[in-house]
């Protein structure tokens, strides 16, 4: 990974790219402009995935996941399922996690950049089968009012809590639990503030994420240790 450049920013054309590609989500528009999403997004997230990684290790004191390419989310949309038809997502998405899982099962962070700017989100974004059953115990037992403050502490902070993914408790836990909000999740993850589009073009957008991890640090910690 040491082949690739320096991160310097976000090209300006690239954030100009994702507003345009919102209004013309074709086939056609986007080969003609493909070459402004490789040079715009693609070259500088690359950057970023090794810059950002490196602070996350030496925050952390550990080996983390991450690379170039496996780190980037594909920008094809899976529109088999879907009654959106449009092929192109209008956001960059880059995935930096920790253990040994698949990374959107394990502990971590995600930025999504937009037109409009970034949002660096922590956290675990789905937890498998195996290790739900584990996170509701800990919410439910003795760990769980540590996980309430910390996103309460978060809240006040302005960062916000992803909606729960179930609307009533899971069986086998009190609908009226003092935490029956964090049992109706099926991962638990934290939204930044928006990162502006001044920042996300500049080189002090690692700056601004190392900032947002350590903020977010308490709970990477709290789900690392499920």
């Known amino acids: 990974m040491d082949d690739i450049r320096e991160f310097e920013g976000f090209d300006r054309d690239g954030l100009r790219f994702l507003a345009e590609l919102a209004k013309h989500n074709d086939r056609d528009w986007y080969e003609r402009n493909k070459s402004r999403y490789v040079e715009g997004l693609v070259r500088p997230a690359e950057a970023l995935v090794t810059a950002f990684g490196r602070r996350l290790e030496e925050l952390f004191e550990g080996e983390w996941n991450y690379h170039p390419k496996k780190s980037l989310s594909r920008l094809h949309r899976d529109v088999r399922f879907s009654k959106d038809k449009s092929p192109y997502k209008t956001h960059l998405g880059i995935v930096w996690w920790s253990g040994e899982g698949q990374k959107m099962e394990s502990p971590g962070f995600y930025l999504q950049l937009e037109a409009a700017g970034g949002t660096l989100y922590g956290g675990t974004h789905t937890f498998p089968q195996q290790r739900l059953g584990d996170y509701r115990e800990a919410v439910a037992g003795d760990r769980g009012g540590a996980l309430a403050k910390i996103v309460d502490a978060l809240t006040a902070r302005g960062y916000r809590l992803a909606e729960p993914k179930w609307k009533r408790v899971p069986s086998g836990y009190p609908a009226d639990h003092p935490r029956e909000r964090l049992l109706r999740h099926d ?40």
Do not use: F, K, Q
């Open 187 to 226: 991962g638990v993850y934290v939204m930044s503030p928006v990162i502006g589009p001044e920042a996300v073009t500049g080189a002090g957008l690692v700056d601004a994420l190392t900032a947002h991890a350590r903020e977010l640090a308490a709970l990477h910690r709290w789900l690392a240790r499920l």
